[in-house]
């Protein structure tokens, strides 16, 4: 069965400080891996996605990484700010002609001042 | 900024009331795709659709309904809303073509409360 699990399930952190957070997946065959940060009461927004062929993309203070070997994935923020409160999706899209897509439950990340 | 809405933001309705959760997207998205979602928990997919007069239903049962007579409109609708059906329902878009490798564009949501 093709899941996505990530890890923390949620993350305390001072402003400032620097976090990653965990994605596993076991789906096949794969297309493509997005990371989602979704505010409180709002609809995701796409932070990065990185193909096969793809180990590392960023985006400002965001830097994904996948090993499609062992079949995983980090987000790491760098600096964190109060506004990078939020819940982060990782999201896989199957390498199939119906293009389905796998979404985590999420990591919940708290900034504090 | 995705150019896909969701009215209305916020209802709050009695129980067995009819209520139409609206979608539209400007992007001439082909798919369109309604998740249900409780608050701190994960998106659910309830409905998707290839384009005009195609509808599918998702991984969560639903008791909602979904129509798809234009490209740009994807409405919901539960015939007799109940408690069990308060949740955030999120509405989506994606070009079936598979440019920029399906990204799916969010709308805001609509926070449904059913009493």
């Known amino acids: 069965k093709n899941q996505v699990e990530q890890s923390p399930q949620s993350l305390i952190i001072l402003e400032g400080k620097n976090c990653t957070l965990q994605c596993n997946y076991t789906v096949s065959p794969f297309s493509n891996l997005r990371w989602y940060k979704q505010d409180t009461g709002r609809g995701p927004v796409s932070l990065t996605i990185?193909?096969?062929?793809?180990n590392t993309k960023s985006n400002g203070r965001y830097t994904a990484t996948l090993d499609a070997d062992t079949k995983q994935s980090s987000l790491h923020i760098t600096a964190s700010q109060l506004s990078d409160s939020a819940s982060y999706i990782c999201v896989v899209s199957e390498g199939t002609g119906g293009f389905k897509t796998i979404f985590g439950a999420g990591t919940r990340l708290f900034v504090k001042a | 900024e995705a150019d896909i809405y969701q009215t209305p933001r916020y209802l709050v309705i009695g129980t067995g009331k009819k209520i139409t959760l609206e979608c539209s997207q400007t992007m001439g998205h082909d798919k369109m795709y309604w998740y249900q979602q409780d608050p701190g928990m994960e998106l659910h997919l309830i409905h998707y659709s290839y384009g005009v007069n195609s509808t599918e239903k998702g991984d969560l049962s639903s008791e909602s309904t979904v129509s798809r007579i234009r490209t740009e409109h994807f409405p919901l609708t539960l015939e007799s809303a109940r408690p069990s059906h308060t949740s955030q329902y999120l509405c989506?878009?994606?070009?079936?073509?598979?440019?920029?490798?399906?990204?799916?564009?969010f709308g805001p949501g609509t926070r449904l409360t059913v009493l």
């Open positions: 989506a878009s994606s070009d079936l073509a598979g440019g920029n490798y399906n990204e799916q564009f």
């Open positions: 990185m193909t096969f062929s793809e």
